[in-house]
């Protein structure tokens, strides 16, 4: 496909899926592996976002956003570029943290956690997932049991005392995707954290 010459300035018109319904199927699927699987990298590609932001969250976002779901944009990825590129690929309207559907950013930006809807008892899924970007996956910290695990698997998590706390919540509590280049790792709610010494 060739680039027009305005693409360097109209970014937010690039860096879609190139074939949306191929590309979105293999992302969603990716997604939903992930949270299915907590602990375990998938490749997740096909989007390019302004710069700030992995290919990994990028295809997140036009994978799991469109103009019914509230995103928020945490202070460090928040951009004149982002928001256009999130309102031309997906139409999500931006919001404030204690509204949003999905929130994207570092684990230090999108703190506290606290500030994000966990859920009702009646209706536990009407809660926020977070997509956490990283600079990589480094070495485990934490061990995971629960749902979709045979045994337990390690995992390194940015803060496990406040995702330890999250998961007692459980059936409330949110979600998380973590990014890290064209990866993420899921871990839902459900799955009991403990640190690994």
Same mark, same amino acid.
């Given at each position: 496909?060739q680039?027009?010459?305005?693409q360097?300035?109209?970014?937010h018109f690039?860096? $879609? ?10 992302a ?16 997740i590609? $096909? ?12 295809s997140?976002l ?9 995103l928020?944009l ?9 928001r256009?590129?999130v ?8 919001v404030?943290?204690q ?6 950013g570092s ?11 966990? $859920? ?22 934490a061990?995971?049991?629960g749902?979709?695990?045979?045994d337990?698997?390690?995992m ?5 005392p ?5 998961s ?13 280049g ?15 010494g």
């Amino acid at each position: 496909m060739q680039q027009t010459d305005n693409q360097s300035t109209d970014t937010h018109f690039s860096g $879609g899926f190139a074939n949306p319904p191929v590309d979105a199927a293999h992302a969603f699927r990716a997604a939903m592996n992930a949270m299915a699987r907590p602990g375990e990298v998938f490749d997740i590609t $096909g989007a390019c976002a302004p710069a700030g932001i992995s290919d990994a969250a990028a295809s997140l976002l036009l994978t799991l956003c469109d103009p019914e779901t509230k995103l928020y944009l945490a202070q460090d990825v928040d951009s004149a570029a982002l928001r256009s590129w999130v309102t031309f690929h997906t139409g999500a309207p931006l919001v404030a943290a204690q509204d949003a559907d999905f929130a994207l950013g570092s684990w230090d930006a999108l703190m506290p956690l606290d500030q994000y809807r966990i $859920g009702t008892a009646e209706y536990p899924d009407r809660s926020a997932t977070l997509i956490v970007e990283l600079a990589e996956f480094s070495a485990p910290n934490a061990r995971l049991k629960g749902p979709g695990i045979k045994d337990s698997v390690q995992m390194m998590l940015p803060d496990v005392p406040a995702l330890a706390r999250n998961s007692v919540l459980y059936p409330q509590g949110v979600d998380f995707f973590f990014t890290a280049g064209a990866q993420v790792m899921g871990l839902p709610r459900s799955s009991q954290i403990t640190a690994e010494g």
